[in-house]
């Protein structure tokens, strides 16, 4: 069996640097991890994809909260699309669904082909889907080319068998990337339960800061605690584990 591809998603120019240097095959660009990723900004994408090595796909996904958009939101995703293809990004991450929870097979196929020929992943509101196995070859039909998904679960360990289900209809049609709950601890057993061909992390982790919370985003209100990474050596060391 073949490795999986390390994909390490990231929300700051350092956290992709780190990445970057840590070995990541792939990163996923965006901004506002503490709201699951929100279209990021163009200079960040062209400060990435100007600056580092490695393929960076970015997210555009125009607000938090649910995944049925309007008119208006479908047509700044179109322009955000358009922005990142001409700063050079390497694939672009979305996710569109009906109002019945089910893949907008329509607007989907539609923003595929104007990220052309960039490779798109439809992300997570996948696991929104109440029939995986439907969404899958919706998602397929749309011309999309990875999926991201925890297999409808909060986590990947609690989703590793629909994941494993999903990895073996896809049969090489599309590629699953198995995310949520991935570190340098349970990656490896994760991969092991799923057979993923691609594995996505941030491998966040707290630390220690002297500023006050209300003065720095991802705080989440803890005096001298706030959300960082990913750091370069624990990067290094989830792609030691497939990679020894």
Not at 1 to 12: A, Y
Not at 44 to 50: F, I, M, N, P, R
Request: hydrophobic fraction near 45%.
């Amino acid at each position: 069996m073949h490795v999986p591809v390390i994909e390490i998603c990231v929300d700051t120019l350092e956290g992709a640097q780190a990445a970057a240097r840590g070995g990541a095959d792939r990163l996923e660009l965006c901004a506002a991890l503490s709201e699951h990723g929100l279209t990021p900004s163009l200079g960040l994408v062209q400060q990435a994809v100007h600056t580092l090595h490695v393929p960076v796909h970015v997210m555009v996904r125009p607000r938090s909260g649910g995944f049925v958009y309007s008119a208006d939101e479908l047509a700044a995703m179109e322009m955000d699309i358009e922005a990142f293809k001409r700063a050079g990004a390497q694939g672009i991450v979305l996710g569109v669904l009906t109002p019945d929870s089910r893949v907008d097979v329509e607007q989907t196929r539609r923003l595929v082909a104007l990220a052309a020929p960039l490779p798109v992943t439809f992300h997570r509101a996948f696991d929104d889907c109440p029939d995986l196995p439907q969404a899958l070859e919706d998602v397929i039909a749309s011309g999309a080319s990875l999926i991201l998904t925890s297999g409808g679960a909060p986590t990947l360990a609690r989703g590793a068998g629909a994941v494993a289900d999903l990895v073996l209809r896809a049969a090489g049609r599309i590629q699953i990337i198995a995310s949520s709950g991935v570190t340098i601890d349970t990656a490896m057993g994760l991969w092991q339960a799923t057979h993923a061909p691609a594995m996505h992390a941030s491998l966040r982790r707290r630390v220690r800061t002297n500023i006050r919370p209300a003065e720095l985003p991802g705080s989440e209100g803890r005096p001298g605690a706030a959300t960082a990474g990913p750091l370069e050596e624990d990067v290094r060391a989830l792609v030691h584990c497939f990679r020894q």
